[in-house]
């Protein structure tokens, strides 16, 4: 048996977990897409450690998990410092600008926002405040050169007091804190939370293998396994790089009767299809109907099927899996 991923023969032995096209992790569904025999497990096992595991915990499409109750609250674990959801910030309100992160609440049974460590300066003509985290802390003069008061009114989040007082000292700031602030734990309230999510190899790879699954499961192994899709293979597996990129965002929707009333229905889709030019066999990939990817399978097919165009989208309502049709 023949690993549609490192192209090794291996006894049937070593095929024994099943792979699914859309990681389990973004739901069960009844007649689930599944490869039998054709993943093995090394690869199986590689795949779950190193891609998927950042896919689910680190992105966008992650903690919507745990948003739409596929994933129980209580097992959200953050990735720590190094996320890729980057500069989470509040993004109205009293607090609009402080640096938070989440985590999660067993008293509330919800994901709630904490204040990460920080510093806040109250501008002196339109009070507004900004907040610097210890790290970012910018010298006393360039505060003041911006307009902020450096010496009353500062606010403080942080486990560590002493940690901010040292902070601020190396700084040369040893201002008055504002001693009653507003407080993020209100149960009734609810925060809009602006933030920067980077979208690197890991992920696109996460996404690649989805829509490789994907036209594995309709094809067969014997088709993907044509040396011309060897760069996505490589790629996916390895993270071998070519000049064209495999993987691009769009905003825009795979549906096109999507967005007419302003709200995405709730599913994944994957679909399959020719590019314009009719050599470049083409994936669309949409977690969660949030963000579409664009996968590139393969540049110049030498016997194209212009016929050959697929999509099924994963219903989250009744966890069914359907098939899209063309208009």
């Known amino acids: 048996m023949r ?8 006894s049937d032995s070593a095929f024994t977990k099943a792979e699914h ?5 973004f739901g069960r569904f009844q007649n689930n897409f599944t490869l039998n ?21 680190d992105t966008v499409e992650g903690i919507s998990r ?3 109750r596929i994933k129980d609250r209580k097992d959200f674990k953050s990735i720590g410092p190094k996320t890729r959801l980057q500069g989470m910030q509040i993004a109205e309100g009293v607090l609009k600008g402080a640096y938070i992160y ?10 709630i926002s904490l204040p990460l460590p920080q510093v806040g300066f109250q ?12 790290d970012g802390i910018p010298e006393r003069v360039e505060l003041e050169n911006e307009g902020f008061n450096c010496d009353s009114n500062v606010r403080a989040f942080g486990d560590s007091f002493e940690l901010i007082e040292k902070a601020l000292a190396n700084k040369k700031i040893s201002p008055e804190f504002e001693k ?56 996916i597996r390895n993270g071998e790089l070519e000049s064209t990129p495999f993987v691009i965002i769009n905003n825009e929707s795979i549906l096109k009767d999507e967005l007419q009333n302003g709200l995405a229905r709730l599913m994944h889709i994957v679909t399959i299809s020719w590019a314009q030019t009719g050599f470049s066999l083409i994936s669309r990939v949409s977690i969660f109907n949030f963000l579409s990817y664009t996968v590139q399978l393969v540049r110049h097919y030498p016997n194209p099927n212009p016929n050959f165009v697929k999509g099924h989208f994963f219903n989250l309502g009744d966890y069914k899996i359907y098939e899209l049709t063309r208009r």
Do not use: T
């Open 3 to 10: 690993c549609i991923y490192c192209l090794s023969d291996k």
């Open 102 to 111: 989440l985590e999660y609440s067993q008293e509330r049974d919800e994901i």
């Open 180 to 235: 009653e602030l507003p407080l993020l734990d209100k149960k009734s309230e609810k925060l809009l939370i602006e933030y920067e999510a980077s979208v690197d190899s890991v992920i696109k790879r996460s996404i690649a293998k989805i829509s490789f699954n994907y036209l594995a499961y309709l094809q067969g192994a014997d088709f993907v396994l044509q040396d011309i899709f060897n760069p996505i293979r490589f790629y």
């Open 21 to 25: 096209v859309m990681p389990q992790a």
């Open 37 to 57: 025999g054709v993943v093995c497990d090394e690869c199986n096992q590689y795949f779950g450690d190193n891609l998927e595991i950042y896919l689910g915990r």
């Open 123 to 134: 501008n002196k003509i339109s009070l507004n405040y900004k907040y610097f985290l210890l």
């Open 66 to 68: 745990y948003e739409y």
